[in-house]
């Protein structure tokens, strides 16, 4: 504080003029060193559990990558449409997960330097999107320039988790995002199949990294992982896959107005809300409970598993299901074609399946797990042969009633626990 300011005067003491800096009193060296250094570090942009608006902004881009990918398996796809569809959605899921866990390791960040972060890598993403209808042929260069600059992104972000942990070893930072960096760049002068090789090769060695993280020491950095902030983003996530199915279902129903297509419609907006109270009233329960029960055993193998691994399964399976109604919509008394009855039947069973693995994975019992889970993923991989069969309404209301059914059982179970003494 300077002798003269305002804050040092008693109240009503007159300023003291000041003297030109040629008569001014030399100061004593040390009140020189004395002054702080630098400015004084800017606060954290969010509370370590909470998530921050500009990471809400950053996934408002995946809503459009969903539904450009989805229109793909619309209709009736077959393996070739089902293997793009995943060789171009794995790599923009891989880069947003591991953008929310460097993200959820440092909860230091500043309002500027997080939202210059998520502008980033929102630029990168939305350029990944345009790109993905013809990411395989003319725009293959696109799709590869924008998943460098996301690990470009990333590789900034890590090395300054570094600096604050350095117990990391630095070589495995430069090649996770650095080495996959230049190889997604190499990859943009590539023609195809080049290019796709590099691709593959890339994720492979993220992956795989991922794998050995106990055997590279990477491991110690989740010790800092928040569970209530990657709970969170991985439901938020969740919520924009299941915003661009309800999309999805309004788009068609407005093209093709009417009391068939209404009640597929109709039907298939159940069937998704269904899926949301699944999932958000019993799986982010287990979800947060579970995450907080690996962390305290330090089995941070079993959190990358679950946060990195498993839910990309859940988020195919969900967009397998709006695929399918929004086939079945147009053309509601006919059966569906069997690539859309296959999306449908094994989009349900994917998605109780992987929520079955996930809660074994989180310490609950097979007595627990196994009576909703089994039951229902058989009768839903049923509802692929009824669904080339019968209408598709009815197969939609097949779906429902499967759902509804499940969802009793688990809420009966619930209050039977709440009962009891």
């Known amino acids: ?48 559990g909470r998530v921050h608006w500009m990471e809400l ?11 450009q990918l989805a229109h793909g398996i619309h209709g009736d796809p077959g393996w070739a449409e089902y293997a793009t569809f995943v060789l171009l959605f794995f790599p923009a899921w891989w880069a947003w997960a ?23 890598a929102m630029a990168a993403s939305a350029l990944m999107a345009a790109s993905a209808p013809h990411a395989l042929d003319e725009r293959a260069w696109a799709f590869s320039l924008a998943n460098a600059a996301l690990r470009g992104v990333l590789l900034a972000l890590w090395l300054r988790h570094h600096r604050q942990h350095p117990a990391e070893p630095r070589w495995r930072i430069w090649l996770y995002n650095g080495g996959t960096a230049a ?25 795989g990294m991922i ?12 010790t800092g992982v928040n569970v209530e902030h990657a709970a969170e983003r991985l439901g938020l996530f969740v919520i924009i896959v299941l915003g661009e199915s309800v999309f999805s279902i309004i788009t068609e129903a407005s093209a093709d107005w009417g009391p068939g297509p209404g009640l597929a419609a109709a039907l298939g907006f ?80 994917l998605f109780y399946a992987t929520n079955a693995a996930v809660s074994l994975r989180y310490g609950q019992s097979p007595g627990t797990v196994l009576p909703w889970a089994l039951p229902a993923v058989v009768i839903a991989l049923g509802l692929v042969p009824a669904g080339a069969n019968v209408p598709a309404a009815v197969v939609l209301g097949m779906a429902v009633a499967l759902l509804v059914l499940v969802t009793a059982y688990v809420e009966l179970k619930a209050r039977r626990r709440r009962l009891s003494p």
């Open 270 to 349: 159940v069937l998704v809300a269904l899926l949301g109270w699944a999932f958000f009233q019993y799986g982010m329960g287990t979800l947060t409970a579970g995450l907080e029960h690996l962390r305290e055993r330090g089995d941070f193998g079993g959190i990358l598993q679950t946060t990195l691994f498993m839910p990309f399964a859940l988020v195919v399976g969900v967009t397998s299901i709006a695929a399918a109604i929004a086939t079945a919509i147009p053309e509601p008394f006919e059966p569906l074609p069997t690539g859309a009855a296959i999306a449908l039947g094994g989009g349900v069973a």
């Open 57 to 67: 902004f950053f996934d408002l881009v995946f809503v459009a990558f969903v539904g």
């Open 1 to 48: 504080m300077q002798p003269d300011s305002p804050e040092a005067r008693p109240p009503g003491t007159p300023q003291q003029p000041r003297l030109p800096a040629a008569m001014a009193a030399p100061r004593p060296a040390s009140h020189a060193a004395s002054r702080p250094a630098g400015r004084p570090k800017p606060p954290p942009a969010r509370e370590p």
């Open 98 to 120: 591991n953008i929310v866990s460097v993200v959820n390791l440092l909860p230091g960040l500043s309002a500027r330097q997080l939202g210059l972060a998520m502008l980033a």
């Open 183 to 207: 190889a997604w760049l190499v990859a943009a002068f590539l023609p195809m199949p080049g290019a796709a090789i590099l691709w593959a090769l890339a994720i492979l060695v993220e992956v």
């Open 211 to 222: 794998a050995v993280s106990r055997r590279t020491g990477a491991q110690a950095s989740m």
